[in-house]
């Protein structure tokens, strides 16, 4: 007897049958997740927006948007529409996925095929729309067949929330083939098409990943982007994944800049507000559940005694903000293995272990079974504070007399207190000149040594304490790119910023820059 999977299947191949069940069942045949009712709601007003520009005939370049996942699909249509009407040349290129874990059957991919093209209608004038699960495809080299396979292996870790992956498994597999599929058809598509800039979110994992690398391999620039936790902000790379937040060059230019008085209180009302659980200003998540009790009330919930305290800050594991950051570590979880092994020898200090808070929101492995792995009993001396433990990190970096980070912000943070901090991963902070940034395991232990046998004499000047502040002002309120439509908001946004305001003298003269940026312009910072 036929399964419902296996006449799917035979359906899949034969022509036309996922259209035409398409056009008599429509919206009464599920999508399976891929969703664009508000999209298909909103796409025709913004059309219209877009049509009225007043901007439309200056000169611009030629764009290639690049999305995936029906939100981020949305999301970019409404910024291939606010280019188009800011003068660009804009194609929209998408591959109609819901999800990035579970294949989809051919019948059910060519029927939202059809859906996406109803809905898309509105915005072709204005658009050159290409899927390409359907675009013409390309051979690519071994060199770039490479890179696709290490984005496959991140989104494996990301997925799973682990970082060794038997690439043997069905869902290695599965990621390779859809990044190479994605690869193939950028790269048929790039090489006829060449654009002057392919604008795409994230860069680092996923078809992002692979389409970053497809279009630096034809030596095309690449714009990616992503948001963070501020609202009407944006963060961008060029030709580099923006989850990788590099900022030499932005710190290179403001470094020598005077931080004033303001600056400072400014970054001292957002901590102060961290600290305390509060929301500042435009930022719309909290990093702590539990406001400040101080330091005694943590020494005094932990059981801590006056030896002296050495503070790990863990990420979480297969985050997009861990992976690909090895400084010398090959991965976050050999860092920690070794240091637990080092420093459960050593019962003369005390060693606070801090799981990451976001890791209580996921379903994968914890640090915490890291550390089971590695110590089958926690000595006396050595503490694991779990992400749903009711204490401020806040409070543990005021008690910490040496931090050990990867990438978490909290290093740049210990190190604005004069808390000396030992860098294991490349994280935007790292190298600005108040860290301690080992390059080899040899230099890891040796400057651990170092640090620990005189403490006091490790604390940081107050020069760089100042530089540490000087670098936390620029990191939020400098890098991070004025823009109307947060991906996790922009709904609601539109009902601050339209289309037509952002074509308007006030749009233009606060989001004009941010969105020169995005086609590829230079930043401002990279003239100085």
Not at 261 to 267: F, P, S
Not at 367 to 374: I, N, W
């Amino acid at each position: 007897m036929l399964t419902r999977d296996r006449i799917t299947r035979v359906l899949g191949e034969l022509p036309l049958t996922a259209e035409l069940d398409w056009v008599l069942r429509g919206r009464r045949a599920g999508m399976d997740g891929f969703k664009l009712e508000e999209l298909e709601q909103s796409l025709p007003g913004w059309v219209q927006q877009a049509t009225a520009s007043p901007l439309r005939d200056q000169p611009g370049h030629k764009v290639l948007l690049f999305s995936t996942l029906h939100y981020w699909i949305s999301h970019a249509t409404l910024m291939s529409l606010a280019l188009a009407g800011l003068g660009h040349d804009v194609s929209l290129a998408y591959l109609p996925y819901s999800n990035w874990k579970k294949p989809v059957s051919k019948f059910d991919l060519r029927r939202r095929e059809a859906y996406a093209r109803k809905v898309f209608k509105p915005a072709e004038k204005l658009l050159n729309i290409q899927s390409f699960s359907t675009a013409a495809t390309a051979p690519f080299p071994k060199v770039l067949d490479a890179h696709i396979e290490h984005v496959s292996l991140m989104d494996a870790q990301y997925t799973l929330q682990i970082e060794e992956v038997d690439q043997r498994s069905d869902l290695f597999q599965f990621r390779l083939q859809r990044n190479r599929a994605a690869a193939s058809a950028a790269l048929a598509w790039l090489t006829r098409e060449k654009p002057d800039v392919v604008i795409l979110p994230n860069g680092l994992i996923l078809e992002f990943g692979a389409i970053f690398h497809t279009a630096r391999h034809l030596d095309i620039p690449v714009v990616s982007y992503e948001f963070g936790e501020q609202r009407d902000r944006i963060w961008l790379s060029r030709n580099s994944p923006v989850m990788l937040q590099e900022t030499d060059a932005m710190w290179t230019a403001k470094k020598d800049e005077p931080f004033s008085d303001a600056q400072r209180a400014k970054v001292e009302e957002l901590f102060a507000t961290r600290a305390d659980a509060g929301l500042f200003q435009n930022f719309y998540r909290k990093w702590q559940d539990i406001p400040s009790e101080g330091a005694d009330a943590v020494r005094t919930k932990l059981g801590l005694d006056q030896r002296p305290i050495v503070l790990l800050a863990a990420n979480v594991i297969g985050d997009s903000l861990t992976l690909g950051r090895a400084a010398f570590t090959g991965d976050m979880s050999t860092w920690l293995c070794r240091t637990l092994a080092f420093f459960a020898a050593r019962p003369d200090l005390q060693f606070v272990l801090r799981v990451h808070p976001g890791e209580k929101n996921l379903d994968g492995p914890s640090v915490a079974d890291l550390v089971r792995q590695e110590l089958s009993q926690l000595p006396e001396h050595m503490r694991v504070v779990s992400a749903g433990d009711p204490v401020n990190t806040y409070d543990l970096a005021s008690i910490a007399d040496l931090g050990l980070v990867y990438t978490t912000t909290v290093g740049l943070e210990m190190a604005m207190t004069g808390v000396p901090v030992i860098v294991a991963g490349r994280t935007h902070y790292r190298a600005k000149g108040f860290t301690i940034d080992p390059e080899s395991w040899e230099d890891y232990f040796a400057q651990l040594e170092t640090a620990l046998s005189d403490l006091p004499t490790a604390r940081l000047s107050r020069a760089k304490i100042d530089q540490a502040w000087h670098y936390a002002y620029r990191f939020f309120f400098d890098y991070p790119q004025p823009f109307p439509w947060h991906l996790l908001h922009f709904s609601k946004d539109l009902e601050t910023t339209s289309l037509s305001d952002l074509f308007s003298a006030a749009g233009q003269e606060k989001y004009a820059n941010s969105f020169s940026y995005l086609t590829g312009d230079p930043f401002g910072w990279d003239a100085n």
